[in-house]
C-alpha cells in the first residue's frame, strides 16, 4: 500500500497539487517508514513549494536510508544550490 500512496502523490504533484501530494508522501512513509523513494518524492514536492528546509531534510533522509541513491544525492545538491 506505501507504494499505492506514493504513484498516487506522484500523479498529484505532476497536476500541481502539491499540498495533496505531500500528505499522500507522508501516508506513504507512515506505512514503510524506509521507504527512500517517497522521501526523496517528496522533497522534490517540498522544493517545489520553495521549503528547502524540509526538501533537503528528506533527501538526507533518503540518502542516510539508501546510501547509494544518486537521484536523492542529485536533488540534494540541488536543493542546496537553490537555497
Not at 499505492?4 to 500523479?11: K, P
Amino acid at each position: 500500500f506505501a507504494a499505492a500512496h506514493s504513484n498516487l502523490a506522484s500523479i498529484l504533484k505532476e497536476q500541481g497539487k502539491i499540498d495533496q501530494a505531500i500528505a499522500h508522501y507522508q501516508e506513504a512513509l507512515r506505512i514503510d517508514p524506509k521507504f527512500a523513494d517517497a522521501y526523496s518524492n517528496m522533497g522534490n514536492a517540498y522544493k517545489d513549494l520553495g521549503k528547502l528546509e524540509e526538501a533537503i531534510r528528506c533527501y538526507s533522509t533518503a540518502i542516510r536510508l539508501k546510501p547509494n541513491f544518486a537521484d536523492a544525492y542529485s536533488n540534494l545538491a540541488s536543493a542546496y544550490k537553490d537555497g
